[in-house]
């Protein structure tokens, strides 16, 4: 079982309204609570609270995802463009209009 931190989520919708990229976004989450082992389930879970993903839309974090930061077999600009363009379309509360700006 998994616990949903709403700090994390709260987080990640602020980056996005930001026009943080994807990839930006996963680091600092990984370094702002020091999550230094593999925990790309983690992130898939706050993935999906913020912005209502489902798996097959943030499939690509366990691609991009592997200790350390970032090393995985996708790079930093095919996880943004995957995640990217789910979020340009997702509906969360508080999205502005500045959000995911970058392609």
């Known amino acids: 079982m998994h616990v949903i931190q ?3 989520v709260t987080n990640l919708r602020d980056m996005a309204n930001c026009g943080m990229a ?4 996963l680091r600092e989450v990984l370094q702002r609570y020091n999550l230094e082992e593999p925990r790309s389930a983690f992130l898939v ?3 999906y ?6 798996a097959t839309h943030v499939h ?3 691609g ?3 200790f350390p930061l970032g090393t995985g077999e ?4 095919q996880v943004d463009y995957f995640l990217g363009r789910h979020l340009k379309n997702a ?4 999205k502005t209009s500045q959000a995911v700006a970058h392609e």
């Open 45 to 47: 879970w706050h993935w």
């Open 91 to 94: 509906d969360w509360p508080g």
């Open 49 to 54: 609270e913020a912005f209502g993903l489902d």
């Open 64 to 66: 991009w995802y592997a």
């Open 74 to 77: 996708l790079s930093d600009a």
């Open 6 to 8: 709403q700090e994390i």
């Open 60 to 62: 690509s974090i366990f």
């Open 22 to 25: 994807p990839s930006q976004m």
